[in-house]
């Protein structure tokens, strides 16, 4: 019998291993030709690298190796290495060949009928493995441990011959394998297997009633139900059951209370329930449409007096601009005062993360008491905060990291029908648009607050509509919920006439871009960003000093947001079982070791983090519930590199995806297209027609069945195609923490057996390096973004550049550490205990 703080340690144990995140390999980056353009202002085309950054799904001080989930089931070859932040080599260049899948199983793959030694029949049963049946089915809690089981205890198995493409070494009958295979055809797997139920149980982020565990405060507010099951619980009430700063689009999501050992467990905001509640909104599917319009957004709890939110004029330490590779005598005052000092080189401040608009808004090192203040990752022990920072306005407008108040160009045709003052193209790029007869338009609206100021000088300005999202925009006065800037254009040398309601030449002060006095030169900025002249319009955001774009759209400066897909978690699969021995070898029978190595540090990076020996670590597979685990409830065959599970991933499974690029970078086809739109000359009709460019193209996910089933694919177009509720956004794929997927088809899963290390040992985002990848499976021609002109029509034609199906992923699989050979005593069987499970994991945890 488990004791109850053992089985507490082993449903931890089997958490931390349960759930894991496919890396998103962008095919098109890796095999299809680089764009040129003869454009000179054509961005740098990027190099492309998958990063993987760690997370709370990963088990930093476990072996870990390669993998790789496939939608082809032909032969594949891949050239690649993986490195850390730093450079450091974590897997060396390494070509593979990914075999054909298949699921055939040989006519020399039998049972071998031997006769089992009495001590493993008292353990397992009479007979156990002697021949085809379900010989784990009857006792599998028993001989496993409740939380171990799984669909694979029903599944029929037998100790077979070696020639069984599954075949594994057994470690309760020494000199003997067993195989699924071998009894896969004479007993197909059931439909239905009752420990399936007792697997969901014991899942620590399925929904759980907790209404026992309410305080009075929370039982006067919420029903007993609250929280129960996956609802919007919040989407009525969450103004008045939560403090301003509080609220957000989560208050829109389907959520319900977990065990505080799931990985995506958040502690609760209820008073006197910190440390006794845990939520989760990852193990739920939200409604797309109505988290599109969730009226709810955070607004920070700060009074007008408060001080506690004023810049600390804090200077950040010499070595950490250092470490960085910036200027140390230019970003001397890094965030002492209110400024965007991640504008310039936001990619060596933050080499991991997304950058986008947030690069460019305004901060200052504030008290750890602000309301709004968020902890710093370059500083630790120190925090920021914008609350008291207004936006730059010649920052945010000549934001490199992301375009939204760039011209978006012509609006619809029809947006001004009806409207005789404005032509079809007004407002669509820079320009004084009401430069002629301004009064006689704008006179009597009462928008344009003509009446109640006497500085007209707008009417001379130029101007554009831009994107939404661009925080320094204001919308536009004519109800067509087009949002307009003043900011993103140079102005005319001209001046208003008031009597003669026109623009005269005037010589002034025009050179300043954008308006504002931001220099990055000389990183000076002032706090009056806005424009003297510009007329007053409702700003975007009721608190101007912060962007008012989701925050779910990049990865925040020194915090990570929530996902924007709920990623639904997918029930724990079969965790190692309770053992009686450490294992000397896997159950391939070869055993590997993590190269040993001592973690180089300069001087500088010495003072920043600790020194670290990582010893040799044997690794591999030491039993049957945790490789099934990886593999659908099945073994994989064996291959030259290391395992193949042909379809191991079911059609409908629910795994978590990143689309991550070791820049920031998004991966994925669409980004191979967006770069296209802004290189290929061929692209010049397409770029105009379409809204937007490569750095603020949102990817949605198509859930209506059909031929599209899971495909990536611009979110106005598939708005357009299938409405909100069949389009979630996909913004938080492009995070490291990744979003919910739901596989449209089946996938072939491999795994490299000798590229094992532990992560801990590396400084993180790791970045994968892909040389090449070949197959017959994969077609180019509906991969690489069109480079001609009449490759253009037909790609317009088939809607191509919208949309992209994922069909290579990267993995990393938990290993099992080994026992070292010269500790191996004699092979005996094994009986399950608890406790050596434990003496299987805390040695190397130990270490």
Same mark, same amino acid.
């Given at each position: 019998?488990?004791?109850?703080?053992?089985?507490?340690?082993?449903?931890?144990?089997?958490?931390?291993?349960?759930?894991?995140?496919?890396?998103?390999?962008?095919?098109?980056?890796?095999?299809?030709?680089?764009?040129?353009?003869?454009?000179?202002?054509?961005?740098?085309?990027?190099?492309?690298?998958?990063?993987?950054?760690?997370?709370?799904?990963?088990?930093?001080?476990?072996?870990?190796?390669?993998?790789?989930?496939?939608?082809?089931?032909?032969?594949?070859?891949?050239?690649?290495?993986?490195?850390?932040?730093?450079?450091?080599?974590?897997?060396?260049?390494?070509?593979?060949?990914?075999?054909?899948?298949?699921?055939?199983?040989?006519?020399?793959?039998?049972?071998?009928?031997?006769?089992?030694?009495?001590?493993?029949?008292?353990?397992?049963?009479?007979?156990?493995?002697?021949?085809?049946?379900?010989?784990?089915?009857?006792?599998?809690?028993?001989?496993?441990?409740?939380?171990?089981?799984?669909?694979?205890?029903?599944?029929?198995?037998?100790?077979?011959?070696?020639?069984?493409?599954?075949?594994?070494?057994?470690?309760?009958?020494?000199?003997?394998?067993?195989?699924?295979?071998?009894?896969?055809?004479?007993?197909?797997?059931?439909?239905?297997?009752?420990?399936?139920?007792?697997?969901?149980?014991?899942?620590?982020?399925?929904?759980?009633?907790?209404?026992?565990?309410?305080?009075?405060?929370?039982?006067?507010?919420?029903?007993?139900?609250?929280?129960?099951?996956?609802?919007?619980?919040?989407?009525?009430?969450?103004?008045?059951?939560?403090?301003?700063?509080?609220?957000?689009?989560?208050?829109?999501?389907?959520?319900?209370?977990?065990?505080?050992?799931?990985?995506?467990?958040?502690?609760?905001?209820?008073?006197?329930?910190?440390?006794?509640?845990?939520?989760?909104?990852?193990?739920?599917v939200d409604d797309p449409a109505l988290m599109m319009q969730c009226p709810y957004k955070p607004q920070p709890n700060v009074s007008a007096t408060d001080t506690s939110c004023d810049c600390l004029n804090a200077a950040i330490p010499t070595y950490i601009l250092e470490s960085l590779g910036v200027n140390v005598t230019f970003y001397a005052d890094y965030g002492s005062q209110c400024g965007p000092h991640d504008a310039d080189e936001c990619d060596k401040f933050f080499p991991g993360a997304d950058h986008a608009m947030w690069c460019c808004t305004s901060w200052c090192w504030v008290s750890e008491n602000c309301p709004t203040a968020r902890g710093s990752t370059l500083w630790p022990g120190h925090f920021w905060s914008e609350e008291h920072c207004e936006l730059d306005a010649e920052a945010v407008s000549a934001c490199k990291w992301e375009s939204l108040c760039e011209c978006r160009g012509q609006l619809p045709a029809g947006t001004f029908d009806g409207n005789g003052n404005f032509a079809a193209d007004y407002g669509s790029s820079c320009s004084a648009w009401d430069s002629v007869n301004c009064k006689v338009v704008w006179g009597s609206d009462a928008d344009s607050s003509w009446n109640t100021s006497s500085d007209h000088e707008w009417c001379c300005d130029s101007w554009c509509y831009v994107n939404e999202a661009c925080p320094i925009?204001?919308?536009?006065?004519?109800?067509?919920?087009?949002?307009?800037?003043?900011?993103?254009?140079?102005?005319?040398?001209?001046?208003?006439?008031?009597?003669?309601?026109?623009?005269?030449?005037? +010589? *002034?002060? /025009?050179?300043?871009?954008? @308006?504002? =006095?931001?220099?990055?030169?000389?990183? %000076?900025?002032? !706090?009056?960003? #806005? +424009? *003297?002249? /510009?007329?007053?319009?409702? @700003?975007? =955001?009721?608190?101007?000093?912060?962007? %008012?774009?989701? !925050?779910?759209? #990049?990865? *925040?400066?020194?915090?990570?947001?929530?996902?924007?897909?709920?990623?639904?978690?997918?029930?724990?699969?079969?965790?190692?079982?309770?053992?009686?021995?450490?294992?000397?070898?896997?159950?391939?029978?070869?055993?590997?070791?993590?190269?040993?190595?001592?973690?180089?540090?300069?001087?500088?990076?010495?003072?920043?983090?600790?020194?670290?020996?990582?010893?040799?670590?044997?690794?591999?597979?030491?039993?049957?519930?945790?490789?099934?685990?990886?593999?659908?409830?099945?073994?994989?065959?064996?291959?030259?590199?290391?395992?193949?599970?042909?379809?191991?991933?079911?059609?409908?499974?629910?795994?978590?995806?990143?689309?991550?690029?070791?820049?920031?970078?998004?991966?994925?086809?669409?980004?191979?297209?967006?770069?296209?739109?802004?290189?290929?000359?061929?692209?010049?009709?397409?770029?105009?027609?379409?809204?937007?460019?490569?750095?603020?193209?949102?990817?949605?996910?198509?859930?209506?069945?059909?031929?599209?089933?899971?495909?990536?694919?611009?979110?106005?177009?598939?708005?357009?195609?299938?409405?909100?509720?069949?389009?979630?956004?996909?913004?938080?794929?492009?995070?490291?923490?990744?979003?919910?997927?739901?596989?449209?088809?089946?996938?072939?899963?491999?795994?490299?057996?000798?590229?094992?290390?532990?992560?801990?040992?590396?400084?993180?985002?790791?970045?994968?390096?892909?040389?090449?990848?070949?197959?017959?499976?994969?077609?180019?021609?509906?991969?690489?973004?069109?480079?001609?002109?009449?490759?253009?029509?037909?790609?317009?034609?088939?809607?191509?550049?919208?949309?992209?199906?994922?069909?290579?992923?990267?993995?990393?699989?938990?290993?099992?550490?080994?026992?070292?050979?010269?500790?191996?005593?004699?092979?005996?069987?094994?009986?399950?205990?608890?406790?050596?499970?434990?003496?299987?994991?805390?040695?190397?945890?130990?270490?």
């Amino acid at each position: 019998m488990l004791t109850s703080t053992v089985l507490s340690w082993l449903l931890f144990f089997v958490t931390a291993h349960a759930y894991e995140t496919w890396h998103l390999v962008d095919l098109s980056q890796v095999i299809c030709p680089k764009p040129t353009s003869s454009m000179t202002d054509a961005p740098e085309f990027p190099e492309y690298n998958l990063g993987i950054n760690y997370t709370n799904e990963l088990q930093v001080d476990a072996p870990h190796i390669v993998g790789f989930i496939r939608a082809s089931k032909q032969a594949v070859s891949i050239t690649f290495k993986i490195e850390d932040f730093y450079g450091e080599q974590v897997v060396p260049e390494t070509t593979v060949e990914l075999q054909e899948g298949s699921d055939a199983i040989p006519s020399a793959c039998s049972c071998t009928n031997p006769n089992v030694p009495p001590e493993v029949s008292a353990t397992y049963g009479v007979g156990y493995g002697s021949s085809c049946g379900k010989w784990d089915e009857a006792r599998c809690g028993t001989l496993w441990g409740n939380i171990t089981v799984g669909d694979w205890c029903c599944r029929s198995w037998c100790y077979a011959t070696a020639d069984c493409p599954d075949a594994y070494q057994s470690q309760a009958i020494p000199g003997q394998f067993f195989s699924y295979a071998a009894c896969s055809v004479t007993h197909p797997p059931p439909s239905t297997c009752s420990w399936s139920e007792v697997q969901k149980k014991a899942d620590p982020c399925t929904c759980k009633d907790q209404s026992s565990l309410f305080n009075a405060a929370m039982q006067a507010k919420f029903v007993d139900s609250y929280g129960s099951s996956c609802s919007t619980w919040d989407m009525v009430n969450c103004a008045a059951n939560y403090r301003p700063d509080q609220v957000d689009t989560w208050c829109c999501a389907n959520w319900c209370y977990v065990d505080k050992e799931c990985p995506s467990a958040v502690a609760s905001l209820n008073p006197g329930m910190e440390g006794i509640l845990y939520w989760s909104d990852t193990v739920c599917v939200d409604d797309p449409a109505l988290m599109m319009q969730c009226p709810y957004k955070p607004q920070p709890n700060v009074s007008a007096t408060d001080t506690s939110c004023d810049c600390l004029n804090a200077a950040i330490p010499t070595y950490i601009l250092e470490s960085l590779g910036v200027n140390v005598t230019f970003y001397a005052d890094y965030g002492s005062q209110c400024g965007p000092h991640d504008a310039d080189e936001c990619d060596k401040f933050f080499p991991g993360a997304d950058h986008a608009m947030w690069c460019c808004t305004s901060w200052c090192w504030v008290s750890e008491n602000c309301p709004t203040a968020r902890g710093s990752t370059l500083w630790p022990g120190h925090f920021w905060s914008e609350e008291h920072c207004e936006l730059d306005a010649e920052a945010v407008s000549a934001c490199k990291w992301e375009s939204l108040c760039e011209c978006r160009g012509q609006l619809p045709a029809g947006t001004f029908d009806g409207n005789g003052n404005f032509a079809a193209d007004y407002g669509s790029s820079c320009s004084a648009w009401d430069s002629v007869n301004c009064k006689v338009v704008w006179g009597s609206d009462a928008d344009s607050s003509w009446n109640t100021s006497s500085d007209h000088e707008w009417c001379c300005d130029s101007w554009c509509y831009v994107n939404e999202a661009c925080p320094i925009a204001k919308k536009s006065w004519l109800g067509i919920g087009f949002y307009f800037s003043y900011e993103t254009c140079d102005d005319p040398a001209t001046t208003y006439n008031e009597q003669t309601d026109s623009c005269d030449p005037l +010589r *002034r002060l /025009s050179a300043r871009r954008r @308006s504002g =006095s931001f220099s990055s030169s000389r990183r %000076s900025w002032s !706090s009056g960003g #806005s +424009r *003297r002249r /510009s007329p007053y319009a409702a @700003s975007t =955001s009721a608190r101007r000093r912060s962007w %008012s774009a989701p !925050s779910t759209v #990049s990865q *925040r400066r020194r915090a990570p947001p929530p996902p924007a897909v709920r990623r639904r978690a997918p029930p724990p699969p079969v965790p190692s079982p309770t053992e009686g021995r450490r294992r000397s070898s896997s159950l391939s029978g070869q055993t590997f070791s993590t190269t040993p190595r001592r973690r180089a540090t300069s001087s500088v990076e010495a003072s920043l983090r600790r020194r670290r020996t990582i010893p040799e670590t044997p690794y591999g597979y030491a039993n049957r519930p945790h490789m099934m685990n990886n593999y659908g409830g099945t073994m994989p065959y064996q291959t030259p590199y290391g395992y193949t599970g042909y379809n191991a991933i079911p059609q409908q499974s629910s795994p978590n995806v990143a689309m991550y690029g070791a820049a920031g970078f998004v991966g994925g086809l669409g980004a191979a297209y967006m770069y296209n739109n802004m290189y290929s000359d061929s692209w010049g009709m397409h770029r105009r027609r379409r809204y937007g460019d490569f750095h603020n193209q949102n990817f949605c996910i198509v859930t209506d069945p059909g031929s599209r089933n899971g495909a990536f694919m611009a979110c106005e177009q598939c708005y357009h195609l299938y409405g909100f509720s069949s389009c979630p956004s996909a913004d938080s794929c492009r995070t490291a923490t990744g979003c919910r997927y739901t596989t449209p088809q089946s996938y072939s899963r491999d795994e490299l057996a000798a590229t094992g290390f532990i992560p801990q040992a590396y400084t993180p985002p790791l970045k994968v390096i892909f040389t090449s990848i070949t197959g017959q499976g994969i077609d180019t021609a509906s991969i690489c973004p069109p480079l001609t002109p009449a490759d253009v029509a037909l790609a317009e034609q088939f809607n191509r550049t919208m949309s992209f199906k994922p069909e290579l992923f990267l993995v990393l699989s938990r290993q099992d550490v080994l026992e070292a050979a010269e500790q191996t005593g004699a092979a005996t069987g094994f009986a399950p205990s608890a406790a050596l499970l434990l003496m299987l994991v805390l040695p190397h945890l130990h270490k």
